[in-house]
T-cell receptor, first 112, second 116 residues
Framework: GDSVTQMEGPVTLSEEAFLTINCTYTATGYPSLFWYVQYPGEGLQLLLK?????DKGSNKGFEATYRKETTSFHLEKGSVQVSDSAVYFCALRISGTYKYIFGTGTRLKVLA | GAVVSQHPSWVICKSGTSVKIECRSL??????MFWYRQFPKQSLMLMATSNEGSKATYEQGVEKDKFLINHASLTLSTLTVTSAHPEDSSFYICSAWGQGANEKLFFGSGTQLSVL
């Protein structure tokens, strides 16, 4: 079945460091791919998305490229801030449905 | 932006009692809402899809008699965990599908249920 695998955390970085959180997926058809972020005490918020191969989603300095050949959607940011500390979820939406499948989440902690 | 309110944020109950969790879309109408469950260090697992005015569609392995879902209005869906047991302790999250200009998935902040 369809699935999402993302790197286990926690990831601890110093402020201004480069961030990569790996995400790979297995799916039939042509899923849309998403990154969601959950700040402490809040619900999941959409961070960025890509709906087809080679699309790049970007928001707030984060970006991820839909790579069909490697079935990946890695999240990157060039310079993280303390305020980026949160849990990040990679997800796919099964094509033609409202059904989302989530990864396990990766906790990011950025130190000043 | 569109907001989904989930209440309560945490609840502790005795084994055998029932617990109701509410999920409200505050500034948009949600014909479709979803309920997820998350165990520590695991993915969000979809439990059921709730459509306003009709019966919920449950995922395989989810007991519909234990997890009662009601979606009586376009802004409210409820999940009732009936005769709760310690193994039902988990983090429950709702989400709502916004239509039109808000067409995407909005999440509540989740409910941590602990059954003693």
């Amino acid at each position: 079945g369809d699935s999402v695998t993302q790197m286990e955390g926690p990831v601890t970085l110093s402020e201004e460091a480069f961030l990569t959180i790996n995400c790979t997926y297995t799916a039939t058809g042509y899923p849309s791919l998403f990154w969601y972020v959950q700040y402490p005490g809040e619900g999941l918020q959409l961070l960025l998305k890509a709906t087809k191969a080679d699309d790049k989603g970007s928001n707030k300095g984060f970006e991820a490229t839909y790579r069909k050949e490697t079935t990946s959607f890695h999240l990157e940011k060039g310079s993280v801030q303390v305020s980026d500390s949160a849990v990040y979820f990679c997800a796919l939406r099964i094509s033609g449905t409202y059904k989302y499948i989530f990864g396990t989440g990766t906790r990011l902690k950025v130190l000043a | 932006g569109a907001v989904v309110s989930q209440h309560p944020s945490w609840v502790i109950c005795k084994s055998g009692t029932s617990v109701k969790i509410e999920c409200r879309s505050l500034d948009f109408q949600a014909t479709t809402m979803f309920w997820y469950r998350q165990f520590p260090k695991q993915s969000l697992m979809l439990m059921a899809t709730s459509n306003e005015g009709s019966k919920a569609t449950y995922e395989q392995g989810v007991e519909k008699d234990k997890f009662l879902i009601n979606h009586a209005s376009l802004t409210l869906s409820t999940l009732t965990v009936t005769s709760a047991h310690p193994e039902d302790s988990s983090f429950y999250i709702c989400s709502a599908w916004g239509q039109g200009a808000n067409e995407k998935l909005f999440f509540g902040s989740g409910t941590q249920l602990s059954v003693l």
